[in-house]
């Protein structure tokens, strides 16, 4: 198969063109039963034709334009591989050209690619990975750019992938849990590289909130608005983590919070008494209210730690199953009842998180809170020794110093 | 050009010029200008085209080997971690001679330690062999 299928459209000026189109155009496809890499193919040769042929004659529908040329390939490819096959008397026959393969609720070409793409067969660097290639239409060097990896070990993960979806049928609807959860890992993947997969993923999930009614893919996309209107403020001129309370509410982007909670808004709209709001609904809501605080002391503690119980009502034994509502929920509870309530809280997650710098970073943040510099001091230090990014690590070892300094002058 | 991997270590190696105490207890500006310095180091790397990569590792280590069959991996901790030989981080270089990847090790070795002095601190210095690794395709 081309390694790299929509290449051709990387720094052309049809690009923008082509990244809404492409994935409309790919589900078409796919729907309609084709193979998903043998259709890729097919469209990365369409996406060609229409850069020598378009400049002069643009097309009235352009997504009509790309399927009827990526079928016509499909059509010529079937019947190449059909004589070679019959060359060497193959006995399955390979072309695939029955019915729909999809259920018909499943509504919009978007919403289809990406079930296919978060398929529950996949892992989920896989899934993240499909998804970016064939939704969002980024090339395997962005994508490999963005976690560290070599482009031939994005390659091979990406057409593992498809080879793994290849021939399943989604007669199902698919799980949009699974999907709401890849955009997210999308999101948290972040800012690495050329590309911005943040924003990447807020384009997606609005995308997504275009092709279902779902209350939670709004909850989504709210809390990605929410907490990526703070992203100029996280770090500092030297790419240093700047943490919540100690950052310039100047450089928050309005515009993003403004959107954020209209798009939280039309999601709380739906909830009843049988349908309470979800998790991302619920953190979308805790997003805001630190969004909407002037300064870190008027942030509404009482209110945020309100939600954090919605939040962890929402699992059985919130301890396993997520311990991060629980952790905070210990900084919430630190912030309205004292630093003694708080650690007592997080005392609960030692089992489940004594060994994650999360953890002891909320412990060195809350012993602070109480006044415990030299406590604070060593539970940052230990903090820093689990960090898994270099600039969080680099962010506790100051906390520590601070702390141990400012503890001596005391 | 030969490559040079430069190695630093979180414990092991030879006698400490001087020892000093682990980072999150310095005084928070000497600990800016170690970070200051780390950043200035990877910049002029860069700047002469000689650098290839450089990460830095958690401390924690596993030691694994084969189990056997049907058998879980075998883990240990490892040996006393004081005196393991633990390495903390790198800096892949890609270099004229073995002069110049001794030359900046020297010059990593001279970071500013806590009161703003040189940290003498040991460098690993390991060539590595050109051509590609059979795990490469």
Not at chain 1, 25 to 30: K, R
Not at chain 1, 223 to 229: G, P, R, S
Not at chain 1, 308 to 317: E, F, G, N, P, Q
């Amino acid at each position: 198969m081309a390694d790299e299928p929509i290449s051709a459209w990387d720094d052309g000026p049809l690009r923008a063109y082509g990244r809404d189109l492409i994935p409309r155009v790919l589900a078409g496809l796919v729907r309609r039963g084709e193979q998903f890499d043998a259709a890729e193919d097919a469209l990365q040769e369409a996406l060609l034709e229409a850069l020598r042929v378009w400049p002069e004659h643009p097309p009235n529908d352009p997504r009509a334009w790309l399927t009827t040329v990526a079928t016509r390939r499909l059509v010529d490819a079937r019947r190449s591989e059909a004589a070679r096959h019959r060359r060497e008397e193959e006995a399955e026959a390979e072309p695939r050209v029955d019915g729909p393969a999809s259920s018909e609720e499943v509504g919009d070409d978007t919403l289809f690619l990406l079930f296919r793409c978060c398929h529950p067969a996949l892992a989920p660097a896989s899934q993240v990975a499909l998804t970016l290639r064939a939704v969002g239409g980024l090339t395997t060097r962005e994508i490999a750019d963005a976690f560290y990896v070599p482009e031939a070990t994005m390659a091979q993960r990406i057409s593992r992938a498809k080879r793994t979806v290849r021939g399943r049928r989604l007669d199902q609807p698919g799980d949009l849990a699974v999907v709401l959860r890849v955009l997210y890992l999308v999101y948290t993947a972040g800012h690495a590289g050329r590309v911005d997969l943040a924003r990447e993923a807020i384009r997606l999930g609005r995308q997504l909130t275009l092709a279902t009614e779902e209350p939670e893919a709004r909850g989504l996309l709210a809390l990605m608005l929410l907490n990526h209107a703070r992203l100029p403020a996280r770090v500092d001129a030297e790419g240093r983590l700047v943490t919540l309370d100690q950052q310039d509410r100047g450089l928050w982007n309005r515009r993003e919070i403004a959107e954020g909670v209209r798009v939280l808004q039309s999601a709380l709209a739906w909830q009843t008494e049988a349908r309470p709001p979800g998790r991302y609904q619920v953190e979308a809501a805790i997003a805001a209210l630190h969004d909407d605080a002037a300064s870190a002391e008027e942030t509404d503690w009482p209110q945020i730690l309100s939600w954090y119980d919605d939040l962890v009502a929402l699992t059985d034994d919130p301890v396993r199953d997520d311990p991060a509502a629980v952790l905070g929920r210990a900084v919430a509870l630190g912030h309205v009842d004292g630093a003694a309530a708080g650690l007592r809280e997080s005392d609960r997650l030692r089992d489940v998180l004594g060994e994650r710098h999360r953890w002891h970073a909320v412990r060195g943040h809350l012993h602070e809170l109480g006044g415990d510099l030299p406590a604070a001091a060593a539970a940052y230090a230990e903090a820093a020794r689990r960090a898994t990014t270099v600039a969080e690590r680099d962010h506790l070892v100051r906390q520590a110093a601070r702390a141990r300094a400012q503890s001596a002058r005391a | 050009m030969p490559k040079y991997l430069l190695l630093k270590h979180y414990s092991g190696g030879p006698e400490p010029h001087h020892p000093f105490p682990p980072l999150d207890q310095w005084d928070p500006a000497d600990v800016e200008a170690h970070f200051a310095f780390l950043r200035e180091v990877r910049a002029l790397l860069q700047e002469n085209g000689e650098y290839v990569d450089s990460q830095a590792l958690a401390p924690a280590q596993t030691w694994v080997r084969y189990g056997g069959p049907d058998a879980a991996p075998v883990t240990t901790d490892g040996p006393l971690p004081e005196t393991n030989d633990l390495v903390a981080g790198w800096y892949l270089v890609d270099v004229e001679s073995r002069e110049r990847a001794l030359e900046i090790a020297a010059h990593i070795s001279s970071e500013p330690g806590p009161g703003g002095g040189p940290l003498h601190e040991w460098i690993d210095v390991r060539e590595v062999l050109s051509g590609r690794s059979s795990s490469e395709d």
